[in-house]
């Protein structure tokens, strides 16, 4: 991925964007459909800024690829101007990029601001050790208020119809941005303080920040029916004001790396993978506990953790208690073509999460021809139809189904086959037709007022 | 004058619990599910009773005494059979009821509701059997006028029945096999004499089974008399209309607060009312009419979605596998010859089993979804295949354990008991190499020539 520092201000020709789609649109046959049309009489005029924490590829965490998908299929639609709250790299983008630090100086240095990348991307593991992680909340708190005050300068000067704030940190930030210039909001939830807490105690801090947002916002975009319900059940906000936006998938076929574990598969093992942050959100001490009915019925299954977390040690003593030791493998935090290989090597890809409002995991693990076991308790869950689910709780069903795809290797062809194939339809470009039709709805309901 | 033949098809298949992998070998119940969900066989049962069997046929009973012409057919699956015996026999009762009217005909079929036609006839012909005698004895009925699981259909089923003394058979009014010719005649199936085949009328039918109550149709709310002109428009070109549906239409699949059995209890008289429109059963049907052409279906014709093929049942890789593994068994489960296994098997057979697994439209959540009690295809395909492979494991240890008791058996059955017998047994033993030493000298004469 090229990477470049945009010039301020600069500029895109939303005519080459609009021909651009429509050279799509004849290629894919849809002649003259009705999105050029509506592109060419209104979008065109509808000018959106976004806030959100960061963007690829200075992160590569499930928040910031979000918002890099979704804005190169919504570039095609609208004129957006991407605030971010400091001066970074950024990846070639249909967007203007504006840096909130730039606007005024600022005693603080850029790395006391990088702390912001907070925990709820996956990248922390990589970025930053535990002893930084606990340190995160003073200092972000105190980054997202400065980021809020500059979104209300921001907005007081650049012209746009509609706000679009990304995650809880960019919250306060739509929020001002709001209270200056009085467009309509759009809250795009891609995690709760429910997620992070999975099922214990909530931060109340971040809670208190959702529940003034999701009351001040015009219209909020989630990532899943299942966040959905935690809003409408936890938060108590009105259902008819929530859009699910389901979040696209990376399709570009992948690079195939030496197959790995070779001596292991040649000995009979079957490889079930375990990806991402070791915390209670997670759900691998279900896993773990799967493990134990797995290898009771069939020794020769390996199960690899790779990741770590708070719930490290946790983990470890659990696999020692349950004398799992030759049967659970902890890989270390593995990334890039390291992680890439696991995925590929892999037999299957199991993501146990008490509480996913999405899931990325699954969707890479996919990409790689690996069929994954997803919990129900995730959002990935509901677009993926080709792919077993259980319950996180429901430890003897999570062993059943582990069993249950090395024991018939017709259903695990048919699940490697058919999911490959349904990712396909878990694009971006869908994410940005639901999200344009929302900012169309929000845009006429303010002009219907002012008539 | 036209004739209208309505014809209910009743069935609830033994739904395969949550079975697990590690039960395999330890739990011999594959059909016990106690929870409060739709795997709970009994609970379904109890279910559609309350809304759809009990209300329904206190209907049928009613509108059979009000309307003297009015008659039917109903067909029954084997295992709905046994579910309404051990759970709710007042049902079954009713049916003996309404059926002891004389004007309501029962259809031949297969007990297990399988398609087993099209991967084994010999237990094909087992299945209908043992249906023809339950309805024997149930209903004191031999059926004329068969129906295959799911009106599955193909030329050569059409012949199987005429060989074996059926008048008729039904299958789907499909357009692409009829061209412009209309189902509401009576045809001759391909490669037949005698037998007739009854087609469904699939836009009638489905207006009730699966449009009546469904608000964004064009002709909801639907009542009686624009139904009957409906029928109505038919006269001068149509001999009978064929209103083919599940029975469970009525109160289950389309429940009562759609208004359907007000909608069927004034049908009969409405429809009716001009004087020209009666009703049939299917044999009457069939002995009224005289066929007007061919219908030829070369390849396996069903009732299902919008291909009338089979591939709802055995359209992806995982159904088929499950399918062949349960015929490919049937060697071994008639070699045991043990009527528990074999039940067990049997029930294993039921096309339900293999819906649940379909994976077409699924993304869409539509009627497979609706009728489906597990949560996903794969759901359906790991209980089933874990019962399976208990089964297997059954039936491997019975074999093991009949080989080690067969020689006592053998001595036991060859050795003559009585005089008489010692007798018979020689005598048979010289008829057999007296037969064996001909058959020989044939066969050696065909060689020669």
Redesign the interface.
Known sequence: MAERLPKPGHFVNTQAKISNRYKRDMMEGNHLSRSIISSLLSCRHMKVLTFAWDYPPETTGGLGMACHGLVSELGAYCDITFVLPRRQRVSPSRCNFIFADVLESTTKSETNVTVGTYSQSDTVVRYYSQKLEKMIYGPLFEAARAFADRAHVIAQTANHDLIHAHDWSSYLAGMAAKAASGKPLVIHVHATAYDQAGGGSVDPQIFAIEQHAFAVADSIAVVSNYTKTILVERYCVDPEKIEVVYNGAEVSTPIYYEPSLCELKAAGKRIVLYHGRITIQKGLDHLIRAAR?VV??DPNVLFIVSGSGDMEAQIMQQVGELGLSENVRFAGALWYEERDRMYQSADLVVMPSVSEPFGLVPLEAIRYGTPVIVSKQSGVAEVL??A??VDFWDV??M???I??AS??P??Y???KR?STLELLKVTWHRAAEVVRSLYEKLTTKLQQTFA | MISICPYLHVHQPYRVKRYRVFDIGREKEYFNDESATDLNNRFIVEKVAEKSYRPMNALLEELLAAHPEFCFSLSFSGTVLDQFEAWAPDVLESFQRIIATGRVEVLADTYHHSLAFFYSVPEFERQVTKHEERVQELFGYTPRVFRNTELSYRNDLAKWCEDHGYLGIMAEGWDPLLGWRSPNFVYRPKGTDTIKVLLKNYKLSDDLAFRFGNQGWESWPLSTETYSEWVHSHHGNAQTINLFMDYETFGEHQWSDTGIFDFWRSFPGTVMSDGETTFKTATQTVESYEAMGEFDSPDILTWADTDRDLTAWVGNDIQNDAIATIYRMEEDVMALGKPDLTEIWRKLQTSDHFYYMCTKYWADGDVHAYFSPYESPYDAYIAYMNAVSDLQLRIQEAKRAQATTTPAHAVAATAPRTKQEGWLLALWRRLHTWLKQRWEKVQASINRT
């Open positions: 009915l009771d019925t139809q080709h077993l689910k003897e069903e062993a059943n189904k069993l249950a024991r018939y017709i259903m062809e048919q699940l058919e």
